[in-house]
């Protein structure tokens, strides 16, 4: 009998892998209207993708345990009933106002950025410097996701049936992926906003998660807690001081190291050693971020840019925030939920589908 891929029965919800989301998302958040106080905030998209790849790669390799195959027409239905309907909305208000207001800062540009969302080509305009995105130039990263979304399946399938030693084959691709764009930017030169925005340099942080996924009855055992402190310190380190370097840290190396150190983190999130750290990511405000934290990430610039005129004081500062909380927070609610009660039962039904099938007649 095949060994199946991961433990048997439904995925569990780990409410401490939301509370790494809103960690992830409030760093981001601080980095966008206060840089100077985490010039490192931005590599919470880092975190995104790790957890990206291990959570997609974990529900695929349960359903092909379940099946024996994956539907990739249920996988793109679920990822868009999961993702289109926030991003749809959040385009078509924002181009209502940027259209009604055009002495709105960076308008046009912002114009143009809500074309490259719609269409996911954010990453590579932004990458080659194509266009100017406005405030939706943080959709480069959804762009990099759905790009992964749409490969990544395919190429699972085409690994786990390859060959019986399939995961060994997972680790030399990703090492040369890792050392990808840093090849790119020391030894041929290439821009940081190449190496920061294409979905070709980024690919290796999302490939970490699904490797931590195919992997992790055997990488669990090497992360003891000492690596986890670790790696929360060097994370720590470089969201608070990463520019006090005089060198691009990040490209050079860092790039790397982030993702891993992440990879680190989930696990021992994942597995509860630490009843603190378990308690603290559960708490429910940070939970309640992290389940919100895609829209929050969608609208937190553009929120930024709409409320210009508010100012920069510490009033307008606090208007701000709960604009950028109470806006997602009502796109969850009347938008997103729904959604994902649907994606849930959209799910629902093509298992029931599946196992009909089966059936002998």
């Known amino acids: 009998m095949q060994q199946a891929l991961v433990p048997s029965g439904p995925i569990q919800y780990v409410s401490e892998l939301d509370g790494i989301r809103a960690l992830a998302v409030l760093a981001v958040m601080v980095f966008h209207a206060r840089g100077?106080?985490?010039?490192?905030?931005?590599?919470?998209?880092?975190?995104?993708?790790?957890?990206?790849?291990?959570?997609?790669?974990?529900?695929?390799?349960?359903?092909?345990d379940k099946h024996a195959k994956v539907s990739l027409v249920n996988f793109y239905m679920?990822?868009?009933?999961?993702?289109?309907?926030?991003?749809?909305?959040?385009?078509?208000?924002?181009?209502?106002?940027?259209?009604?207001?055009?002495?709105?800062?960076?308008?046009?540009?912002?114009?143009?950025?809500i074309l490259g969302a719609l269409t996911y080509s954010a990453s590579w305009l932004a990458a080659l410097d194509i266009a100017d995105l406005g405030t939706m130039l943080p959709?480069?990263?959804?762009?990099?996701?759905?790009?992964?979304?749409?490969?990544?399946?395919?190429c699972f399938l085409?690994?786990?049936?390859?060959?019986?030693?399939?995961?060994?084959?997972?680790w030399i691709p990703l090492i040369l992926a890792c050392f990808y764009p840093v090849v790119l930017y020391v030894a041929f030169g290439a821009s940081i906003e190449r190496i920061y925005y294409a979905p070709d340099t980024r690919a290796f942080q999302l490939l970490i998660g699904c490797a931590l996924a195919m992997n992790y009855r055997r990488l669990r055992r090497f992360i003891s807690t000492p690596v986890f402190i670790l790696s929360v310190a060097f994370l720590a380190l470089f969201v608070f001081f990463e520019n006090r370097l005089n060198f691009n840290s990040y490209a050079a190396g860092a790039i790397i190291l982030v993702?891993?150190?992440?990879?680190?983190?989930?696990?021992?999130?994942?597995?509860?050693?630490?009843?603190?750290?378990?308690?603290?990511?559960s708490l429910r405000p940070l939970v309640w971020v992290g389940q919100r934290s895609y829209g929050i990430y969608l609208w937190n610039v553009p929120l930024i840019g709409l409320l210009w005129f508010l100012g920069d004081s510490p009033a307008a500062l606090a208007a701000k925030l709960v604009a950028c909380f109470a806006i997602p927070g009502l796109s969850y609610a009347l938008l997103e939920r729904p959604c994902l009660r649907l994606k849930d039962r959209w799910r629902q039904r093509a298992d029931r589908s599946r196992s009909m099938e089966a059936q002998p007649e």
């Open 259 to 281: 993702p891993v150190a992440s990879a680190a983190i989930v696990v021992h999130v994942v597995e509860r050693r630490s009843r603190i750290v378990s308690q603290f990511l």
């Open 158 to 170: 085409l690994l786990i049936r390859g060959s019986r030693r399939w995961r060994q084959f997972t």
């Open 78 to 113: 679920r990822r868009a009933l999961r993702l289109l309907p926030a991003l749809f909305a959040a385009s078509a208000v924002l181009f209502a106002l940027y259209t009604l207001f055009p002495s709105i800062p960076e308008s046009q540009a912002s114009k143009t950025g």
């Open 139 to 154: 959709t480069w990263s959804l762009s990099v996701e759905e790009h992964f979304y749409l490969i990544w399946p395919v």
């Open 36 to 64: 100077s106080l985490m010039p490192g905030g931005f590599i919470g998209v880092d975190v995104f993708f790790v957890l990206s790849g291990y959570l997609i790669t974990q529900i695929l390799m349960r359903e092909y």
